[in-house]
Every structure is written in C-alpha cells, then in structure tokens.
C-alpha cells in the first residue's frame, strides 16, 4: 500500500496554507516533513489522514492495506489524545469495541499492544496517573492495536521532555524497524527527522510548498545519535530552512 | 545580617471541613433557642427550635408527614426526571447538529428567562388542576438548566479527541456515547444540581398556588392557621430535602467523575 498526496493544496478563508505539496509514502517507509511553524504541516496531515478536505488536488491510497490491518492510515497525536476517563487499557479497547472482534480475542490484542509498549504493568491506570512518556507510549499502543500500514505522526515527541524524548525515540526506531510500517513523521526536530526518515520533505513557510528533499540511504536500524552522516544531512536540511525560518519568524511577528 | 525571605504564597485554596459545618450549624440553632427563650423574638413569630422538633416529631408520628413528603416527591420526582431527560437530549441536539443549534438556541434564550409559575395557570387550563399541571410546571423548570448545561458541555469537550476517535474510524453514535457523553459529563452534572434546586422551588410554589397535599400546601395551611412551630417544620423539611438532594448528586459525582482526582 502507498501513501499519495497529489498536488495537494488548502487554505482557511483567505489565508493560503498549503500549496501544490505532492509526495508519496511507499511500504515501509518513513517521510519526515519539516518545515517553519505555521506551514501547514499539521493540516497536510489531517488531510493524509482523512480529516480534512483538501481544496486542492488529493490524497491517494494505491494498493490495497495489507490483510488484518483494521485501520491502515491511522494517528499519533501531540498531546496523545487519551480520554482522561478510561483507563490505559480502555483507552486501548477504545479502538477495537466497534468493530468485530470477539471479547478474549481483543482483550488479547489490547495485552499484546500493552505489553509491546512496555506498560503491562498500567492497565488500570488512568492518564492523569502517568508521565507524559507513558502516555505517549499509551498512544503509540492504541495506534499499533489496529495494525496500521501507514503511522501518521505530528510531532508526537515534542510534549516530552528532552531525556523522555530520547527513550521513546529509541522504542519508536525499534518499533518501525521491526514492524516495518509507513509513516509520515512531523517535527520540528531535525535530529528526529533524520535518526526516522528515509526522505526528508523540507517545507517553505506559508503557503507551504516542498522547498527540497533530502534522502537518507541508510537504514534506520544502522544510525545511531552521533553519526558522521546523519549530522552532515540534519546540517544540510537547516541550511535549507533557515531562511524560511527566519522569514515565517518576521511575518509571525509582523502579525 | 540575615532575613529569611518573606513568605507571601498560601491562601486561595479553601478546604470544606465536615467539622466547621456541623459546629457553624449547631450554633446557629443554639443561637436561635437563646433568642426565642431570652424573649427576643416573640415565640409567635420564631417558635424556638425545641417546639419545632416537638412539631416535626408530632408530624411524623401522625403520618401526616410522610403523606404530604410523598405528594411533594412524586410530583418533584416524575417532573424532573421528564425535565432533566428531554433537556440532556435537546441539549445533546442542540451541541451535535447544526439545524437544532440554530432553531433550539433562540427559543431557548426566549423561554428561559420567564418564571415557570407564571405558567402554572397556563398549565392548569390546559392540563387540569391535577397533577399534570404541577409536573409539567416542574418539568419545564427543571428542562432549560438542564439543556444549557448539556449543550455548553457539548460545546466544551475537546475536539481533538473527537478528531482522534474518527480517525479510528469509531461510528458516530460511539463517538457520542464514548467521547462526547463523559467529557459532557461534569457540566451536566452542574446542570443537575440547578435544575434540582430549581424543581424543589417550583413544586413548593405550585403547592401554595392549587394543592391539598404536598410540603407546600403544608405550609401554607400552617401560615394561615398561624401555627408558626409547623410552619417552620415544614421548612425545616424543605432544607433537609435540598440537602439530601445535593449529597445524593455529590454521590453521584464522586463515582461517575472518579476520573478526574
Ligand atoms: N481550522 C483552522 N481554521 C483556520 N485556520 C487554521 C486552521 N487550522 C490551521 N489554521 C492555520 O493554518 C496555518 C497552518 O497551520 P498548521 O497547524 O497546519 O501549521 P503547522 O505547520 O503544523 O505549524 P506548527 O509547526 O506550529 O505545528 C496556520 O496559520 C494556522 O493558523
Ligand atoms: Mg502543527
């Protein structure tokens, strides 16, 4: 299954926020998108996945979703997106309750979910109860639960805290490395961008346009933190944005 | 030379002490005993608070109080559970679809404000002098809090976890019973707790105005045969009933939002 944006374009009233972005997510791979804040990237995203109707161009799926899967495009909010009244475990059930599915075999998807995420031991926990790590780790189980083709991400690192961070990073390599799912991955952190990406879009301020693509030969599996390489293209990609950065930072401020 | 820094946090947080309540209480009561027995207020227009349990005692040993408790309940009962039920589901109506929205919120702002037993008699034209027109009075009281309070709750659950319940691709009758529902919750429980209180006045009020039985037409007979110790009884009664009314919805909070310590 691949992921397909076509010439996709979309503005709020008068205010133009994406323009013309066209790219594509093949099996397995991941695409980050960088960009200035304010380019549209969230909004490409809800679009990617369904949320929103572009005024422009389209979002494809080609292919068929691999058998199993029960929501092949699905998210991975920011701010988790965890319903405070139900437990981990329920939040997890949440996904699984309409569809069809008998009781002990869900139950088992939901403990399998839990315990990929290491939080076997929080079933009965209720968000409020858990560091921004955990919760994060609770949404990443809720999106595994429905065995997704293509993850969307938007930011979803970036309300953690730098060292929590850099632990969920390490899960979340490991997890798209073993299950080999497709992403769309969002940040604002060019470390991120290149430790995950195969293809890195780097976006113009608004109305966001692909300003260039950086691509990332090696797999993710081999990079580590302090690698040669990956410096050499995190640096490559800020000297791309920088200018956009500066730019969107003086319209920002200009109001 | 060494100051310790001066502390200027603290306050702002106040704590409801069971203690406090029970003690302000009692010496309200003593103090209303005192005044009655020193002669301050005539015994006739404040009987103290020892004849007004003589009364109540009297009261509920005669029957007389559970039949009139009843008459007040049932009515007070069967209208706020119409009421309170037809305004969660307009409220929800009003909250979820834009044709409700635009067609419930204008008549809502219009009727809202008109005191509900000004329409007592409307209700009795229509309804009889019976029970109806009492329980419809209450039900039409209790209704607008209700729906206001389910609507802004509505209103105020939070749009990314909508946005995240259709992304897995939930039916929107799970969405609204899973998601819209329990954050609407807390604010519907608020509504509650007016709505009750606003139901207790009205079928007091609809008593004095056209019943034989009932807190109210309790009262009311008791004011005009100046039997002050029953009449106070009779309000004593009302208190107890808005304060049991209030426990029983606090109960109900601390269970269903057991969540959100
Ligand atoms: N529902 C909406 N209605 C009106 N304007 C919107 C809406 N959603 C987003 N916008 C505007 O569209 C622009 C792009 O928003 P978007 O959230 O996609 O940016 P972003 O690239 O994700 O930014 P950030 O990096 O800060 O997350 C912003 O100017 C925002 O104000
Ligand atoms: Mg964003």
């Known amino acids: 299954m691949r992921l397909v944006a076509e010439r996709i374009g979309h503005g709020y009233g008068a205010l133009d926020v994406l323009s013309d972005i066209s790219f594509s997510v093949a099996d397995g791979e991941i695409v980050a998108v960088v960009g200035p804040s304010g380019c549209g990237k969230s909004t490409l995203l809800r679009i990617l996945g369904g949320l929103e109707r572009p005024r422009a161009g389209r979002a494809l799926i080609e292919g068929t979703a691999p058998p199993g899967s029960l929501n092949p495009i699905t998210f991975v909010f920011q701010d988790f997106a965890l319903l405070p009244w139900r437990t981990v475990a329920g939040n997890v059930a949440l996904v699984l309750e309409d569809r069809p599915l008998a009781a002990a075999e869900r139950r088992e998807m939901v403990a ?80 991120e961008a290149v430790r995950l990406a195969r293809r890195i879009l780097v976006m113009s301020r608004r109305p966001g346009r692909v300003r260039s693509v950086v691509e990332i030969a ?11 390489e990956l410096a050499a293209a995190a640096q490559a990609i800020w000297e791309s944005l920088r200018e956009e950065a500066v730019a969107a930072d003086r319209e920002l401020a200009d109001g | ?63 007389e109080l559970a039949r009139h408790l009843a008459a007040s309940l049932s009515r007070l009962v069967s209208g706020f ?44 034209v229509w309804f009889g002098i019976g029970e109806a027109s009492k329980v419809a009075t209450i039900a039409f009281g209790a209704f607008f ?16 976890l909508i946005r995240m319940a259709q992304s897995f691709g939930l039916p929107t009758l799970s969405i609204v019973r899973k998601v819209v529902l329990p954050g609407a919750l807390p604010a519907m429980l608020s509504g509650t707790r007016i709505a009750a209180a606003i139901a207790i006045i009205l079928i ?49 909070e601390s269970v269903l939002l057991r969540w959100r310590r």
């Open chain 1, 112 to 191: 399998g979910a839990l315990a990929r995420m290491g939080l076997a031991d929080f079933a009965d926990a209720y968000p409020k109860q858990l560091s921004g790590g955990m919760r994060q780790r609770v949404g990443l189980a809720r999106a595994l639960v429905v065995r997704p083709a293509v993850l969307l991400m938007d930011e979803p690192l970036s309300a953690l805290d730098a060292q929590t961070r850099e632990l969920l990073m390490d899960d979340l390599t490991g997890l798209l490395a073993a299950e080999r799912f497709a992403g769309v991955y969002v940040t604002h952190n060019l470390g």
């Open chain 2, 81 to 124: 559970a119409l009421g309170a039920g037809a305004g969660v589901v307009v409220g929800l109506a009003i909250g979820l679809v834009s044709l409700a929205r635009s067609a419930g919120m204008p008549v809502i702002a219009a009727l809202f404000p008109i005191p509900k037993i000004a329409l007592l008699p409307l209700f009795v």
């Open chain 2, 1 to 63: 030379m060494a100051e310790p820094v001066p502390f200027r946090g603290g306050g702002f947080q106040p704590r409801a002490r069971r203690l406090v309540a029970v003690a302000t209480l009692a010496v309200l009561v003593a103090g209303w005993s005192l005044a009655s027995r020193a002669g301050w207020v005539s015994p006739i227009a404040l009987p103290p608070p020892e004849e007004v349990a003589t009364a109540l005692v009297r009261l509920a040993r005669s029957g």
């Open chain 1, 218 to 228: 090696r797999p993710i599996a081999g990079r580590s933190a302090g690698d040669a």
């Open chain 2, 145 to 160: 809090p209700m729906a206001v309070a389910t609507y802004g709750g509505v209103d105020g659950v939070d749009r990314t």
């Open chain 2, 204 to 252: 007091v009020a609809a008593e004095m105005i056209g019943a034989n039985e009932g807190i109210g037409a309790f009262i009311l007979a008791a004011g005009n045969l100046m039997q002050t110790d029953q009449l106070v009884a009779g309000v004593v009664v009302l208190s107890v009933l808005g304060l049991t009314v209030s426990g029983l919805i606090g109960a109900a």
